[in-house]
């Protein structure tokens, strides 16, 4: 039986979560934690990655167009240390996201999507945008 996976959109205030399938072909939406504090943002993605059975966490890096790291990469790593306190035994990977966002935006504005709900819309989407090419990639 094979593993499944999270993937984790971090945000200062907002974490776009997806999971993968039991077989790892598609990625579908697992919600959106809202937190502006990084330790809690940490223990509910923890709590989220066990709810789901999940042996594996993809974080979305965000790597500067010219493929450098900035200081959000920097949060992003920290961010990763504060999971691998929470969750023994889980595996981290980092992938870089960049145009996820982008992409996510795209979509919605393909579909028409205007709510109130854009901004967890987006950060979701781009959660599973970010885990569909992790997996796509490794195929």
């Known amino acids: 039986m094979a593993e499944k ?12 979560l997806a999971v993968s399938d039991a077989l790892g072909f598609m990625a579908s939406p697992a ?5 502006k504090y990084i330790v ?3 223990k509910k993605v923890a709590q989220a990655a066990r709810e789901h059975g999940a042996i594996k966490i993809v974080l979305g890096m965000p790597i ?3 493929g ?3 200081p959000r990469a920097e949060r992003v790593r920290e961010f990763a240390e504060l999971l691998r306190a929470e969750l023994e035994g889980v595996t981290i990977e980092f992938f870089d996201e960049r145009c996820s966002t982008m992409a996510a935006h795209q979509i919605l504005n ?3 999507t205007k709510s109130k709900r854009r901004k967890e819309v987006v950060d979701t989407l781009s ?10 990639s490794h195929k």
Do not use: H, P
């Open 5 to 16: 996976i999270l993937g984790v959109d971090f945000g200062d205030a907002r974490t776009g």
């Open 31 to 35: 919600g959106c934690i809202y937190s």
């Open 40 to 42: 809690e943002t940490a």
């Open 64 to 66: 500067n167009m010219n």
């Open 68 to 70: 450098t790291e900035g």
């Open 110 to 112: 393909l579909t028409d």
């Open 127 to 136: 959660a599973q945008i970010i885990l569909q090419n992790y997996m796509d």
